[in-house]
C-alpha cells in the first residue's frame, strides 16, 4: 500500500522559509516522478514542483523559479520542498504526489500540509 506522508507546513512570515518534507513508503520509486501541488481556499490544485525519482531531474512552476527547490534522498525515499523568500500568495495546502514516469497522470497523494505566509 502506497503511503505519501507530507510534513513540514506551518506560519512563516513572509520573506521566509520552510521546508516540506514527503516519506513516501509502499513500493518502489525508481521509475516514478514525484510531485508537489497546492490548492488555495477558493482556488483549484496547482503545480509546483516535480523531480524524477530516477535522474532527478526538476521541473518547476513559474511563479515559484527561483524561489523553490524540489529534491529527493533516495536512502530515506523522501523528497523535500524547499521554500525560500515566501509571498502571502504562496499560502495554500501543499500535497505530495507520486505517478509513473511513462503518464502524465499523478497516481498517488499525500494528505496535505498547510502553509500560511503572514504580510
Known amino acids: 500500500q502506497v503511503q505519501l506522508v507530507e510534513s513540514g507546513g506551518g506560519l512563516v512570515q513572509a520573506g521566509g522559509s520552510l521546508r516540506l518534507s514527503c516519506a513516501a513508503s509502499?513500493?518502489?520509486?525508481?521509475?516514478?516522478?514525484m510531485g508537489w501541488f497546492r490548492q488555495a481556499p477558493g482556488k483549484e490544485r496547482e503545480f509546483v514542483a516535480a523531480?524524477?525519482?530516477?535522474?532527478?531531474?526538476?521541473y518547476y512552476a513559474d511563479s515559484v523559479k527561483g524561489r523553490f527547490t524540489i529534491s529527493r534522498d533516495n536512502a530515506k525515499n523522501t523528497v523535500y520542498l524547499q521554500m525560500n523568500s515566501l509571498k502571502p500568495e504562496d499560502t495554500a495546502v501543499y500535497y505530495c504526489?507520486?505517478?509513473?514516469?511513462?503518464?502524465?497522470?499523478?497516481?498517488?497523494w499525500g494528505q496535505g500540509t498547510q502553509v500560511t505566509v503572514s504580510s
Open positions: 509502499g513500493r518502489t520509486f525508481s521509475n516514478y516522478r
Open positions: 504526489a507520486a505517478g509513473p514516469v511513462v503518464t502524465v497522470k499523478f497516481d498517488y
Open positions: 523531480i524524477r525519482w530516477s535522474g532527478g531531474s526538476t
